[in-house]
């Protein structure tokens, strides 16, 4: 004869579920998240994206050292240089007028003296009349980290980024929408000039453009949806070609505070700055003062987030450098 089942009937579990019914579960039962506790904050310090609205919108080198110094001594990772489309106060055009080599050193050489290793120098390597002139920042050893667009044009982009890969400068792909994800996957993931993991991607979008097709196309944003809709769409598409990508977020435009708030939430690093960034918020006109309050407002985000800023030598272990410090 077998014997009779332990196990209730529906019935009898029914009654008993109910008798015992809570109206949630125990806190415990949900883990925390995987969101990293360490987030890399970066400035682009340039004045480029409102030069002249304020005082404290760099565009002479003294400026740049300046802002550079002041969001450094706050716990800035890294540096963003960048003197494209820049006039100083002299009537020179930075991106022109000197060698990338000199202008850059009268920049870093008093960081230098002053913070030593503990920032990254992420440096453009766009202008120049040559080729060798564009990437002598990295070939000089100035550049940690260089960026350089997916959908820049192709004779440049895949030798750019060997170079910068031959003289241990870390390439930050840029991306303005998803389809230079997928140029970036043509021309330097199929052919093997990048490989994964920890590749180096930066992601810039929401800013207007002048031309349907221009070397930096990129996705129109103009609500809440918009935005999150893009970044979503672009980091799963990273993710497809690395799943350990590092990837930096750009405040750019009128989105600027919303997005650097929604990739913080998201695990992602960001990169704040004056170059991208002119409104406080999408909804007004009030313009940013200074590159450090946009570096202390996106340090308080982190913190309130349950993260932490990222010293230079953490940020450099995400993106495959390795540690000066």
């Not at 003296?113 to 992420?122: K, P, S, Y």
């Amino acid at each position: 004869m077998s014997q009779p089942s332990t196990l209730p009937s529906l019935w009898d579990a029914a009654r008993e579920e109910m008798e015992g019914y809570a109206f949630h579960a125990q806190p415990t039962v949900q883990p925390p998240w995987e969101v990293p506790e360490r987030i890399a904050i970066n400035v682009a310090v340039a004045g480029r994206a409102g030069a002249g609205s304020a005082p404290d919108h760099p565009v002479d080198l003294e400026e740049y050292v300046d802002a550079a110094s002041q969001v450094i001594e706050a716990g800035a990772c890294g540096v963003h240089i960048d003197f494209t489309w820049v006039t100083d106060s002299m009537g020179r055009r930075l991106d022109k007028d000197l060698p990338p080599t000199e202008t850059y050193g009268l920049v870093l050489e008093p960081l230098r003296a002053r913070f030593g290793d503990a920032f990254v120098a992420n440096l453009n390597v766009l202008n120049g009349a040559t080729f060798e002139e564009c990437l002598s920042p990295a070939v000089a050893g100035q550049a940690e980290v260089a960026p350089c667009a997916a959908g820049h044009p192709e004779a440049f982009v895949k030798p750019a980024v060997a170079t910068l890969l031959e003289h241990g400068v870390s390439p930050e792909i840029v991306i303005h929408s998803s389809g230079e994800v997928e140029l970036a996957k043509r021309r330097l993931f199929d052919p093997g000039i990048l490989t994964g993991p920890r590749t180096n991607w930066i992601v810039l979008y929401g800013l207007p453009v002048d031309a349907g097709r221009t070397l930096i196309s990129g996705a129109w944003v103009n609500d809440t949806r918009s935005m999150a809709t893009h970044l979503f769409l672009m980091v799963d598409q990273i993710r497809q070609l690395d799943p350990d990508a590092a990837i930096t977020v750009c405040n750019a435009g009128r989105a600027g505070l919303y997005i650097t708030t929604l990739a913080t939430m998201m695990g992602l690093n960001i990169r704040v700055g004056l170059e991208d960034s002119l409104w406080k918020h999408p909804n007004a006109d009030e313009i940013n003062k200074s590159n450090l309050e946009l570096f202390s407002r996106a340090r308080t985000i982190a913190q309130e987030l349950g993260r932490q800023p990222a010293t230079a030598d953490e940020y450099r272990a995400m993106i495959g450098l390795p540690r000066r410090g």
